[in-house]
């Protein structure tokens, strides 16, 4: 069906191609540094002058492409020149990121051409627009279907810089794509999906390309949208989680350094007082176990590390190992881990005393390592899952609830003196990452996805309905002409019937009179040879040998049924109905039989009559009807076969009384033939002027019954007469 384009198909495209290459050369420019500072936001200066080298292209060849044919291969080598500038583009961006580090201005390899960054989803959309338009002339359809993606691609960023989603206009490791870039590539890109409806190739409307285009575009931007807003989440996750970090190791550093800064003081106050007493030392000690979480025990150590002295004294500690290289330290150390006598993880730290420059001894605390990191972590949220260890021994786990897993694990080094693998290890808490991670990018792109289908199948079925409306109309006017021509025809038919009914009418009227003429003409004569028949029967009958009184009988009895047979030609011209009396059709066949008795004798025939109903018919016109169906019988009779003729009746409505005989036959195809008056077979030996046959249809026809014969050549016929059910007589007993 064609449908007219729709309206503005060939100008969109030609104004927004125009717009494009005008706002290219504007990029161009300023990355150049040619237009005012003024001017530069709204051009978005800062992009480079690869950007606008290919939004020129891609702009100028969509509006050559909408311009006519003749310019469809300058357009195709404008949009081959934009998409080898976005493929450059997004190779660099590619390498760059396999590499692991993102593009930089002025990234060697790229050539002078490079005026700065390109952002990676402004390349793909430069390709895009230039594949489409390098496919818009061979492959139309392929061609709609890129400029659909670039459309997507620029909406998506556009409402990503509306919705402030980074991850929307800014993929890993690029720049982002420019407001102005999004919005002229999301124009530019439904200017080349429109542009196959500006062809005169395209007149022909498939009712399903553009909504197909429209629901792909509204797909294409809603998973791009749910998929920036889930980076967007992961980003603000990351960003949580590094903070979370950087307070968990400063906590750390913090708790560690001021125990350590405990224990330096207590060695200070061993040197000020030159080798205290037990007394005075326990009583400092007592004074710092109160305000140290997490401290077991403290010991006086030599300098080879045998133990001196020991607060509390029942405490049961592993031995003191002082490494070489230790000995040589003169700060505060943090040694270990081992294990305590509980089989718990525990750390010491090692606070040297020192005598004229020389290591004299230690003095060492035992921290218990879980209370030790727990005090110094109390004030941290539970929604955080922190671990330390050290030398692969998991000194403290602590927070809430079971951890994310890996994708949010952050590991930091304490760098603590004594203690270089001293790591801590965060993660947040699976609530925390629930809490931070909405369904909202999952409730977008579905619900994105059901209302793209429902908006394709909604516009797709205008566009049928409107198809269907355009090929009703035209059905419409098509069969309104054909009804004004039935209509003509029928006046003129019926004209034609009421001259030639009024005709006929004539016809039947003068045939009647001529009926009625003839008949009264023969009537007369027979009526004459029926009269001096039975005046020589009354006046010489006596005189007369049997054989002569038989031939008297014969011409009596021919006589009146030549009668007969003249008044049932009447009945049967007449146009009134027959006068109906109560018939037994077995009575009138055995009459009819009798009457042809020296023919059926001669022929060597049987009949055989079943019980026939009684029927509320014209009597005479029966006996007539059987007459000429059993005269029939004996002509086409075969000859040396003995006749059989048998007649039977089918109960139900309409009756059916069959003549069957063992004839001659007929071809089944030359059945209705036989009934047209004045038409016989043509058979050897059989006289006749084919009028017999047509006068039993006649009969039945005016009983509101039909005649129809089958033939069996070389077997014989039937007649099937068939007469209404409501002829039938019922007796006052409810039989008939």
């Not at 059901?450 to 394709?456: C, D, E, K, Y």
């Not at 007539?624 to 075969?638: C, I, P, S």
């Not at 017999?692 to 026809?701: S, T």
Request: net charge neutral; charged share 20%; hydrophobic share 45%.
């Amino acid at each position: 069906m064609r449908l007219p384009k729709p309206p503005g198909s060939s100008g969109y495209p030609i104004v927004t191609g125009t717009l494009a290459a005008l706002t290219g050369i504007g990029i161009g420019f300023g990355a150049l540094g040619e237009v005012p500072e003024v001017l530069r936001p709204a051009l978005e200066a800062r992009q480079p002058l690869v950007t606008g080298l290919a939004l020129t292209a891609a702009g100028a060849g969509c509006a050559l492409a909408a311009l006519g044919p003749g310019r469809r291969r300058l357009a195709a080598a404008l949009g081959l020149v934009a998409a080898l500038l976005g493929i450059a583009a997004f190779a660099t961006w590619m390498l760059h990121l396999v590499a692991g580090a993102a593009p930089s201005r002025g990234a060697p390899g790229i050539g002078p051409l490079w005026g700065g960054r390109m952002a990676a989803d402004t390349a793909l959309a430069c390709v895009l627009a230039g594949a489409a338009l390098v496919l818009a002339a061979r492959r139309p359809a392929v061609a709609a279907l890129l400029g659909a993606l670039c459309a997507a691609l620029g909406a998506s960023a556009a409402l990503g810089h509306v919705l402030s989603i980074g991850p929307a206009f800014a993929w890993r490791g690029s720049t982002p794509m420019s407001p102005l870039a999004a919005v002229c590539f999301a124009l530019l890109g439904s200017a080349l999906a429109l542009l196959p409806m500006a062809r005169p190739a395209a007149e022909r409307v498939r009712p399903w390309q553009l909504p197909v285009l429209i629901g792909l575009v509204s797909a294409v931007i809603t998973l791009l949208l749910s998929q920036a807003l889930a980076a967007h989440e992961a980003d603000q996750l990351d960003r949580l989680v590094s903070t979370g970090a950087k307070r968990v190791r400063a906590e750390l550093r913090e708790g560690l350094d001021e125990n350590t800064e405990i224990l330096s003081r207590l060695a200070r106050e061993w040197e000020d007082r030159m080798f205290p007493t037990r007394e005075a030392w326990e009583e400092n000690v007592r004074l710092v176990l109160a305000r140290a979480p997490g401290l077991e025990a403290v010991e006086w150590a030599r300098s080879d590390g045998s133990r001196g002295w020991l607060y509390p004294r029942d405490a049961e500690l592993p031995p003191l190992r002082i490494e070489p290289g230790l000995r040589l330290a003169r700060r505060t150390l943090i040694a270990g881990p081992f294990r305590l006598s509980d089989g718990a993880s525990g750390l010491r730290v090692l606070a040297p005393l020192v005598e004229h420059g020389k290591l004299t001894g230690w003095i060492a605390g035992t921290f218990r390592s879980q209370a030790l990191f727990a005090g110094i972590l109390s004030g941290l949220e539970t929604q955080w899952v922190v671990r330390v260890r050290a030398g692969g021994q998991e000194l403290f786990r602590g927070g809430e609830g079971s951890s994310a897993g890996e994708p949010w694990t952050q590991v930091v080094a304490l760098e603590v003196p004594g203690a270089s693998d001293l790591v801590a290890v965060l993660q947040p808490a699976r609530e925390l990452v629930h809490s931070m991670r909405s369904p909202l990018p999952w409730l977008l792109a579905s619900g994105g996805l059901v209302a793209s289908l429902l908006l394709t199948l909604a516009l797709g079925l205008r566009n049928v309905a409107a198809v269907r409306a355009a090929v009703l109309r035209d059905e419409m006017a098509e069969r309104q002409r054909t009804h004004d021509g039935i209509r003509r025809l029928y006046l003129e038919l019926e004209d034609r019937v009421q001259e030639r009914t009024s005709a006929l009418s004539q016809r039947n009227e003068d045939l009647r009179r001529f009926a009625s003429f003839v008949s009264h003409e023969l009537r007369q004569p027979v009526s004459t040879l029926a009269i001096w028949a039975e005046l020589l029967q009354t006046r010489h009958g006596a005189t007369l040998d049997e054989e002569a009184r038989g031939y008297l009988n014969e011409i009596r009895a021919s006589a009146k049924r030549l009668g007969d047979q003249i008044e049932a030609q009447l009945l049967a011209a007449s146009a009134r109905p027959p006068p109906a009396e109560p018939t037994d059709l077995v009575r009138v066949i055995r009459e009819v039989a009798d009457s042809l008795k020296p023919a059926l004798q001669a022929a060597d025939a049987s009949l055989e009559v079943d019980a026939l109903p009684l029927l509320r018919v014209e009597a005479q016109q029966m006996r007539q009807l059987f007459t000429n169906l059993l005269e029939n019988a004996v002509k086409y009779r075969r000859d040396g076969v003995p006749l059989r003729i048998a007649i039977r009746h089918a109960s139900g409505d309409p009756v059916e009384i069959c003549v069957e005989d063992n004839g001659r036959g007929f071809p089944p195809e030359q059945a209705e033939r036989l009934f047209a008056a004045g038409e016989r077979l043509a058979q050897p030996g059989v006289e006749g002027h084919g009028l017999g046959l047509a006068i039993c249809r006649r009969i039945l026809e005016r009983h509101g019954g039909s005649l129809h014969a089958e033939g069996r050549p070389g077997q014989g016929a039937t007649f099937r007469l068939r007469l209404p059910a409501r002829l039938l007589v019922v007796d006052e007993a409810g039989g008939h």
